[in-house]
């Protein structure tokens, strides 16, 4: 539960309540009177135990909510004071319009500036967690059974894992965060696959010059032995063809 919109609440009921001591008469204003130091005397509980003491340590609202404490001082002494006359007299009733100025100028400061300092001091969670501490202190006092207490997160979770009709229609048609989430997943995939085609390519280039090389090297290599053997083959013809000579001569 939202602590501000609870206290906001608080603030509506009071303020109704002050129209119908306006517009009542007689004995009726004292049992207004009565329904209003009620709502009241819980909610400045509420927010003295509760809400204040969260927001004196915050630099950006401490000042505020010190003079909060001093505001419902006021309103306290000016409710005890009503809530003793056996009448409704024009004095009391003077100090009951004193009273409500008291109590407007009070909620305009809270809901006008204190609350949206509180809002950017405290976290989301923060402000739930007091709010539901709020409400079930609230009903303790009034003497109502404890509102349960409410799992933003877990609301939260499941609000993400269902997607809405627009965010479906969105997947279906290529163009939602599912199919995003799909593309970057093969990304990677397609440029390891074209990485391993061109280390492919460069393993056969490299291995097709190295066996141009061998080729071209083995050529080298056979090309003095061939004209060593055919001079070899040479000088052995002339040597036999001198050894013919000479047997020719002897004889």
Known sequence: MDAFELLKADHKKVAELFDLLE?????????????????LEVHTHVEETIFYPALEKPEETHDLTLEAYEEHNVIKTLLAELSG??????????????????????????????????DD?????????????????????????????????????????????ISKIADFIGLGSG????????????????ATKGSTKTIKTARTTASKRASSTAGLKRTPNSESSSSKKGS?????????KKRASHK
């Open 23 to 39: 517009t009542a008469s007689g004995k009726k204003k004292l049992d207004v009177l009565k329904r209003i130091k009620s709502e």
């Open 85 to 118: 006359a056996r009448s409704a007299t024009d004095e009391w009733q003077a100090k009951a319009k004193v009273l409500r100025e008291n109590v407007e100028h009070h909620v305009d400061e809270e809901e006008n500036e204190l609350f949206g300092k509180a």
């Open 121 to 165: 001091a405290l976290s989301d969670e923060e402000i739930e967690l007091l709010g539901e501490r709020m409400a079930a202190e609230k009903a303790r006092k009034q003497g109502q059974p404890v509102p349960k207490k409410s799992d933003t997160r877990a609301k939260t979770k499941k609000s993400a894992a269902k997607p809405g009709i």
């Open 179 to 194: 199919t995003a989430k799909k593309v970057t997943r093969k990304a990677p995939a397609k440029k390891k696959t074209a």
């Open 236 to 244: 052995t013809g002339s040597s036999r063809r001198k050894a013919a």
